[in-house]
């Protein structure tokens, strides 16, 4: 079956970065915003954590941004609600300062170019933890647009994440294809990776490779951009 559509991971794939720095980073900036509102740091993250664990777990019964504030409020109340406003702001503003903690691989606008020069379907399939505004900011600190997307992926428009292999079958059934007309591309072995097990093609880029469990990653086809752009070309 021929491939018609290509599926992207931004953090780490077509937006290099280190993850914890990244995360670290952007999370002391949260702080600052939510300290002057009552909250505590440490206690801060460790709620925003268990967000996110609520969102990893989500089976699709609700939207991931209602995975991660019924937590949170579990732990702060529901009157926590009242401050989304100041969140949605932080991701609109102050979280723009955390694109320092980002490189920048100009081969990702060159990749997604030839996807379409190919008449391919560019997906963005970016685990869906953050929120809309958020996920547009990194994709233009990737150097591309929201438009360069036919999907992609923000915490209130699913109710999957990865590893769960049902957010890429999601994802199938939005556009339409069949698993065996797609291919995966990301750095993550155990995220992005798992598209395999459904029928899809994969690439793991491995300019900022995670891979937690050590797997033997020769199994996948791999390299860095280069490799990348001849794999795309010989679809």
């Given at each position: ?87 949605e702001d932080f991701y609109a503003n102050d979280f723009q300062k955390a694109k320092m903690f980002c490189g920048f691989a100009p081969q990702a ?127």
């Amino acid at each position: 079956m021929a491939i018609k559509a290509v599926l992207f991971d931004l953090d780490g794939t077509l937006l290099p970065m280190d993850m914890d720095v990244f995360v670290n980073g952007y999370f002391r900036f949260l702080a600052e915003k939510m300290v002057p509102h009552g909250y505590e740091p440490k206690s801060l993250i460790k709620a925003v954590w268990g967000g996110v664990a609520a969102m990893v777990k989500n089976d699709g019964s609700c939207l991931n941004d209602e995975a991660f504030w019924k937590y949170f409020c579990g732990i702060y109340g529901e009157e926590a609600r009242q401050d989304i406003p100041i969140f949605e702001d932080f991701y609109a503003n102050d979280f723009q300062k955390a694109k320092m903690f980002c490189g920048f691989a100009p081969q990702a606008a060159e990749v997604i170019r030839l996807v379409k020069e190919k008449g391919l379907r560019p997906v963005l399939a970016t685990n869906p933890l953050f929120p809309e505004v958020a996920t547009k900011s990194r994709i233009r600190w990737a150097g591309l647009a929201p438009e360069d997307f036919e999907l992609y992926t923000t915490y209130e428009n699913i109710g999957y994440c990865k590893p769960n292999p049902d957010y890429y079958r999601e994802i199938l059934r939005r556009i339409g294809l069949a698993p065996e007309e797609c291919m995966m591309v990301g750095n993550d072995v155990g995220e992005d990776m798992i598209a395999e097990t459904l029928g899809m093609k994969v690439f793991l880029l491995t300019n900022c490779l995670i891979n937690k469990t050590g797997e033997d990653i020769e199994k996948y086809p791999n390299g860095g951009f280069d490799e990348l752009l001849q794999a795309v070309r010989e679809l």
